[in-house]
């Protein structure tokens, strides 16, 4: 039988945007100062982790907490453009207040998860997400079999990888963080995901946000 592979994943740490609560999708967004801190922290947090392999999105805010992961251990990240986050279409760029006046009928859609909507128009929905993300963990986990290995990502990639685990429906209320730069631990098996630990910040000096929305 195929051993267990030991998850490690990690949004990434803040950027302006988070703090703006602008959406930032598949825009390339940066750390800002606290993020940076944040990724070092994380980093260091982990020195001592048996890591075999990191991957990560190549969005910079994934990519550069994961390179700070990655220089603790001496180890190079692999990018991993299936772990992005979701694409939000028009949505991308504004904020949660200015998608709720403009648009308030996608703003409803959007918040009450429909399951193929496709937000701005031409976003991804929630089941080609799933199927994406899920999707790409399980490859990376399989290839790594018996192994630790860290996925460094974002807000709408961990609430996936979390509803997974626990076996969540989509449009199940959110009741778990996806706080900044926090470590969540999963269990791979060729059955599935499951849940080891979550939203462990305890290695930051500052609270790590939460993303509330997608």
């Known amino acids: ?11 990434h740490g803040e950027t302006a945007w988070n703090v703006d609560t602008r959406i930032q999708g598949q825009l390339d967004i940066g750390l800002n100062d606290t ?11 982990l020195g001592e982790e048996p890591i075999s392999a990191i991957y990560a999105s190549d969005l910079a805010r994934a990519w550069q907490t994961a390179e700070a992961i990655g220089a603790v251990r001496g180890l190079a990240v692999v990018p991993e453009p299936r772990l992005r ?3 939000f279409g028009s949505f991308e760029g504004r ?11 996608d703003a409803r859609r959007w918040r009450t998860r429909e399951p193929d909507y496709r937000p701005g128009g031409h976003g991804e929905s929630l089941l080609t997400f799933r199927e994406r993300v899920t999707g790409v963990a399980d490859e990376l986990a ?3 079999a018996g192994e630790l290995i860290v ?6 990639v961990m609430d996936v990888l979390y509803r997974a685990a626990t076996r969540q429906d989509l449009q199940a209320p959110r009741t778990w963080h996806l706080g900044n730069a926090a470590i ?8 599935g995901l499951s849940l080891v630990g ?8 500052d609270d790590a946000l939460d993303e509330t929305i997608d």
């Open 1 to 11: 039988m195929m051993e267990a592979t030991r998850l490690i994943a990690v949004r």
């Open 35 to 45: 993020g940076l801190r944040q990724a070092r922290q994380v980093g260091r947090a």
């Open 85 to 87: 986050e979701r694409a």
């Open 95 to 105: 904020t949660f207040a200015e998608i709720d006046a403009e648009t308030p009928d």
């Open 142 to 144: 399989a290839r790594h």
């Open 151 to 156: 996925l460094v990502a974002h807000g709408g």
């Open 184 to 191: 969540n631990r999963l269990l791979w098996t060729p059955q």
């Open 198 to 205: 979550w939203g462990d910040v305890g290695h930051l000096v």
